[in-house]
């Protein structure tokens, strides 16, 4: 029996021509690549745009379109103006945007993205490590603090992209941390390896309200990401309430319909208390980094998987694979 209510979501970072770029090592597609994905999916998959599926999910026998997929694009990039909108409207696509407030409107950089650039920055990850212990060193008197051995044993495993210190320093940065002092220590590596001039770097690399407003001019969606990119599952109510009532006031301002908006998880972390939250508010969809295609039957509409761009391969004329025969068996062969 065919359900015709799978989706297939794909999320995306940075896609630009990263050979050419001042930061190769960045972890993102390049233009070529993502050309490529975009042709793949054409072939395997039937590209939809959050509308369709905010109208499949409002009629419970509402169909989507057999092997159903939606793109998706977090964090604001520029990127996502300059390279992913141009190649969207020329496959008469619509993708799925999903743009942390902050960044876009005080012209700071996200300590998330400090963080990839410090990495990005200085190949030695062992040089970065020391700055970061010596700075956690200097704040031992004000804080509350594990040695470093205890650190490396609790969060240097390798993970899914990642070897093991590239994910010391992305946990202990992103959120073992008091927040205070991440931040601190984070500002202090950013301006020590990458720049000073923190508003200059933040305008080259996040789209601006002019930008984002653009891309909802050319049929693009643009979603919640949060304000500050906080992990909302690490806030307590008021703090989720606070995250999630000022990036509504963003997309206000961007002249999005807030009887029809969406969120992406930051990290894809959420809890019952900001699902409650998001009802309340008239969330319609939220999207997670849970690795599986959706099952709207199934699944509950404020937690919806999605795979990562890297799940997919990033040539046109690439065989299928699993998630494309799956999706062909699952939602017929139209
Ligand atoms: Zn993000």
């Known amino acids: 029996m065919v359900s015709g209510r799978r989706l297939t979501v794909v999320m995306y970072h940075f896609v630009r021509d990263l050979a050419h770029s001042k930061y190769p090592e960045i972890k993102g597609l390049s233009t070529e690549e993502f050309r490529g ?18 109208s499949a999910l409002r009629t419970p026998d509402g169909a989507l379109p057999p092997r159903a997929i939606l793109l ?11 390279t992913v909108l141009p190649i969207l409207a020329e496959n008469d696509l619509s993708g799925c945007f999903f743009a942390p407030a902050k960044a876009v409107t005080e012209h700071e950089v996200l300590d998330v993205n400090k963080i990839h650039f410090i990495l990005a920055a200085q190949p030695d990850k062992a040089r970065i490590l020391a700055s970061l212990f010596s700075e956690l060193d200097d704040a031992r008197g004000e804080f509350d603090l594990r040695t470093r051995e205890e650190y490396e044993q609790q969060l240097a495993h390798a993970g899914r992209y990642d070897p093991a210190d590239v994910i010391l320093i992305k946990r202990l940065l992103q959120r073992e941390l008091p927040l205070t002092l991440r931040a601190r220590i984070t500002d202090a590596l950013f301006r020590e390896w990458v720049t000073d001039d923190e508003a200059a770097f ?21 979603g919640s990401h ?15 309430e ?10 206000r301002d ?22 409650e ?3 309340a508010k008239g969330c319609q969809a939220g999207f997670t980094v849970e690795v599986r295609a959706a099952d709207l039957d199934h699944d509950d509409p404020l937690a919806l998987p999605r795979l990562d761009t890297n799940d997919l391969p990033k040539r046109g004329d690439a065989a299928p694979d699993d998630w494309a025969l799956q999706a062909a068996r699952e939602g017929g062969s139209a």
């Open 37 to 54: 994905q975009v042709e793949y999916v054409r072939r395997h998959f039937t590209p939809i745009g959050v509308a369709d599926l905010l």
């Open 72 to 82: 998706t694009f977090d964090d604001g990039y520029r990127d996502h103006f300059d």
């Open 202 to 222: 933040s305008e080259e690399l996040y789209m601006s309200v002019a930008d984002l407003r653009e891309m909802r001019e050319a049929g693009m969606w643009i």
């Open 226 to 240: 949060g304000y500050d990119h906080f992990w909302l599952d690490s806030l307590d109510e008021t703090g989720q």
């Open 242 to 251: 606070r995250e999630v009532e000022r990036s509504m006031e963003f997309l």
């Open 254 to 275: 961007l002249g999005c319909d807030l009887e029809d908006w969406v969120i992406g998880y930051p990290y894809g972390a959420y809890c019952d208390s900001l699902l």
């Open 277 to 279: 939250i998001l009802r």
